[in-house]
């Protein structure tokens, strides 16, 4: 195992110095060659202060060779870096917390109030590109952000676990189903598209916001799918589903998987599944429709055959239809991720 030469008495002062009045890198490294002076070894000083293998062997070689004065930074050529590690730590710090926290009237970072906010705050001068580059080095990305619901269901854990019992305890002969239902309208989802530079595509919008939704049930072992679309989505729809559902699989007991919506939870919904006891129904936690593998689908569909593109009702559904007639079982199956 390596550790570093013995410092001498001389040294070993030196680099408590350092320690104490050096700053940033060059104190860090001064500790480092305390530590294994001290008997500890490689992996706890990488965990200490968080770096590597690599950078500890290259100031150990730095200080057997050269003592403490090798634990400084060597002259470097060229242009000084506009960006010094204050302000890194400064534009990390901002990023943290909206603008409205450091008291600017904007909900949002942009590039211009960060120079602004970097100059009034440590007296330096910066360039947009100069803090547009730390951005990027720190990993940061200019990117549409998504909705979130923050909100949990207290019993997700236990309400999934009982789905899972229940899946795993049904008769071999049971067709299980994942459920959901969309809404697809003449006003395109927009996605992200090739264009010419300088060139942004201009997507049209309809005369009228026209819709319609599509109920869709999945079967998670073999992958087939039985849909209905309808104009609008309520009890006497859902209950038209539901009936669908039953003709598909006319001899065999039905164990269905949808989520807590209003027109899933009806009364008079919840009084014909009790009238029709081949069909048991079990609810997902609330607020957490990423559990529903259909959402995928739903996705991959309005991707295929609504995005970017104005047209009517009627043509939506012929591509619609196209899309699930194209789509194998297993197709369906990869693409809820559900495939084995």
Avoid at 105 to 132: G, P, Q, S
Avoid at 151 to 163: C, K, L, N, T, V
Avoid at 170 to 197: G, I, N, S, Y
Wanted: aromatic share 8%.
């Amino acid at each position: 195992m390596r550790f570093v030469r013995d410092p001498s008495e001389a040294e070993r002062e030196e680099l408590e110095r350092m320690t104490r009045q050096e700053v940033g890198r060059v104190a860090m490294r001064a500790h480092m060659i305390l530590l294994s002076a001290q008997g500890h070894t490689v992996p706890e000083i990488v965990e200490i202060h968080d770096t590597t293998n690599i950078t500890v062997y290259k100031w150990f070689d730095r200080f057997d060779a050269r003592g403490p004065e090798g634990l400084y930074d060597l002259p470097r050529s060229g242009r000084p870096p506009k960006v010094d590690e204050e302000v890194e730590q400064e534009v990390e710090e901002a990023m943290s917390e909206p603008p409205t926290e450091k008291g600017y009237n904007c909900t949002i970072w942009t590039t211009a109030l960060l120079r602004t906010h970097i100059e009034k705050t440590l007296d330096v001068t910066v360039c947009d590109d100069t803090i547009r580059g730390t951005l990027h080095r720190l990993d940061y990305r200019w990117r549409r952000p998504r909705w979130a619901v923050e909100r949990e269901d207290p019993q997700a854990g236990e309400i999934m676990a009982a789905i899972a019992r229940a899946i795993w305890n049904a008769e071999p002969h049971t067709v299980c189903l994942l459920q959901d239902e969309t809404k697809f309208r003449t006003l395109p989802p927009l996605r992200r598209m090739w264009m010419k530079k300088g060139q942004q595509a201009h997507v049209p919008t309809p005369e009228q916001n026209d819709k319609f939704y599509s109920y869709g049930a999945l079967d998670f072992e073999s992958g087939d799918w039985v849909d209905s679309l309808f104009n609008k989505a309520n009890s006497d729809a859902t209950i038209s589903h539901l009936e669908d559902i039953l003709a598909a699989y006319p001899d065999r007991p039905i164990l269905l998987v949808w989520d807590q919506a209003g027109y899933h939870t009806s009364k008079k919904v919840r009084q014909w599944v009790d009238e029709h006891p081949r069909l048991t129904v079990l609810l997902l936690p609330k607020y957490a429709p990423e559990l529903n593998p259909v959402e995928q689908i739903w996705r991959a569909v309005k991707q295929h055959v609504a995005a970017n593109l104005t047209r009517s009702v009627d043509a939506i559904k012929t591509a619609y239809r196209a899309f699930f007639e194209q789509e194998s079982c297993q197709d369906l199956l990869q693409t809820a991720s559900l495939a084995i």
